[in-house]
């Protein structure tokens, strides 16, 4: 979705590499290797001082993440408390709640 919408503006890119950790791509892109493709939650917890940075703002460009939990921890209290905390965190900067 991302070159797809990166295309509709007249650049032509090729995906050459994928990588794992936001470190990494924002690592790759100060070290001159191209340039990379990031989620507002990845890029708020990276330092991309130095770096040029354009919001795509697409509608249909978005990551969706869900948390899945096994109801077997809900029967020990440590379980039953990092559910909790969990449950009341609030989302990452740059994050949308469903």
Request: hydrophobic share 50%.
């Amino acid at each position: 979705m991302a070159l797809a919408t990166i295309s509709a503006q007249g650049f032509d890119l090729q995906r050459r590499v994928g990588v794992d950790a936001p470190a990494t791509l924002v690592d790759m892109v100060r070290g001159g290797v191209g340039v990379g493709v990031q989620n507002a939650v990845a890029i708020e917890q990276s330092d991309i001082s130095g770096l040029s940075v354009l919001d795509l703002n697409d509608p249909r460009m978005y990551l969706e993440v869900a948390a899945y939990w096994s109801d077997m921890l809900l029967a020990t209290e440590i379980g039953r408390t990092l559910h909790g905390v969990l449950m009341e965190a609030p989302p990452p900067p740059g994050a949308v709640p469903a």
